[in-house]
């Protein structure tokens, strides 16, 4: 059982930036894959960024490329992900997951709200 506390959410404006933590603790946590998604009212939760905690190997959705940057922090356990170049079409609920095999687990979510 991995258990998954994100923080770090709230209010931006357009070109402004923010950074969400993931607080990750339980048994062998270091073999999960972590990774951020989101979800916008009324669509589907998306991917956005991935990471594994020896911090080799990053993928992330097109829409955040070059303006998203995930990492870790492994003495803290923590995932981090920092946003800049914020857009309005970024406000979304935001999720932390960690994954293995067939297994994720879910973080409670933390609001991000861009205004224009």
């Known amino acids: 059982q991995v258990q998954l506390a994100e923080s770090g959410g709230g209010l931006a404006q357009a070109g402004g930036s923010l950074r969400l933590s993931c607080a990750a603790s339980?048994?062998?946590?270091?073999?999960?894959?972590m990774s951020w998604f989101r979800q916008a009212p009324g669509k589907e939760r998306e991917f956005v960024a991935s990471i594994n905690w020896n911090g080799g190997s990053t993928d992330y959705a097109d829409s955040v490329k070059g303006r998203f940057t995930i990492s870790t922090e492994n003495a803290k356990n923590t995932v981090y992900l920092r946003m800049n170049s914020l857009k309005p079409e970024d406000t979304a609920v935001y999720y932390c997951a960690a994954t293995i095999l067939q297994i994720r687990f879910w973080g409670q979510g933390t609001q991000v709200t861009v205004s224009s």
């Open positions: 339980g048994r062998s946590v270091r073999n999960y894959a």
